[in-house]
Antibody, heavy 119, light 107 residues
Framework: QVQLVESGGGLVKPGGSLRLSCAAS????????MSWIRQAPGKGLEWVSY????????NYADSVKGRFTISRDNAKNSLYLQMNSLRAEDTAVYYC????????????WGQGTLVTVSS | DIQLTQSPSFLSASVGERVTLSCRASHDIHTYLAWYQQKPGEAPRLLIY???SLQGAVPSRFSGSGSGTEFTLTITSLQPEDSATYYCQQFSSFPNTFGQGTKLDIK
């Protein structure tokens, strides 16, 4: 069965960095585009970033552009989100999700990892 | 950016009722729309893709319709387990924005 497991969240000071990982299993990871989505405490969902199956194409929300970098290692079935220059408003649960081949919706989600940016 | 506006923000209904949730796009997104269900403490779950296609294993009481700028999610014969927040998301262009959500409470 499809599984996505995020890790790497935690408490970090403003201006700091963190790298999130998402381990994928149960499907051919290299065939699928992937995304990161976040949810601030008590708030709605916010799309963060997107990467193509071969890493040739990426896209970012304006709120993280220039600070966050999405990447993947198809040999390790893993997705990453490098987060630099973190701000308090980046505090959220971060989900990785698989982009469906039909219609590009997000058909499988991980359980999320909490990132807290606070001094 | 394409804005998605969901209405109502909160809805309370009884078991067995039929409810309709709305999602309005600021620009034509054809049928590049999905609906998700999220329960407290859980990740979102895909319900509907392509505006009207039911994702596998989703009960048939859920249905989606619409195209262009107006979309609806209908739940017939509400069940207690349908209590959740429902989000729409567009895939017509980046950023793939979400609506702000509709919280559905089952009386």
């Amino acid at each position: 069965q499809v599984q996505l497991v995020e890790s790497g969240g935690g408490l970090v000071k403003p201006g700091g960095s963190l790298r999130l990982s998402c381990a994928a299993s149960g499907f051919t990871f290299s065939d699928y585009y992937m995304s990161w989505i976040r949810q601030a405490p008590g708030k709605g969902l916010e799309w963060v970033s997107y990467i193509s199956s071969s890493s040739s194409y990426t896209n970012y929300a304006d709120s993280v552009k220039g600070r966050f970098t999405i990447s993947r290692d198809n040999a390790k079935n893993s997705l990453y989100l490098q987060m630099n220059s973190l701000r308090a408003e980046d505090t959220a649960v971060y989900y990785c999700a698989r982009v469906a081949m039909v219609q590009s919706s997000l058909d499988y989600w991980g359980q999320g990892t909490l990132v807290t940016v606070s001094s | 950016d394409i804005q998605l506006t969901q209405s109502p923000s909160f809805l309370s209904a009884s078991v067995g009722e039929r409810v309709t949730l709305s999602c309005r796009a600021s620009h034509d997104i054809h049928t590049y729309l999905a609906w998700y269900q999220q329960k407290p403490g859980e990740a979102p779950r895909l319900l509907i893709y392509g505006a009207s296609s039911l994702q596998g294993a989703v009960p048939s009481r859920f249905s989606g319709s619409g195209s262009g700028t107006e979309f609806t999610l209908t739940i017939t014969s509400l069940q207690p387990e349908d209590s959740a927040t429902y989000y729409c998301q567009q895939f017509s262009s980046f950023p793939n924005t979400f609506g702000q959500g509709t919280k559905l409470d089952i009386k």
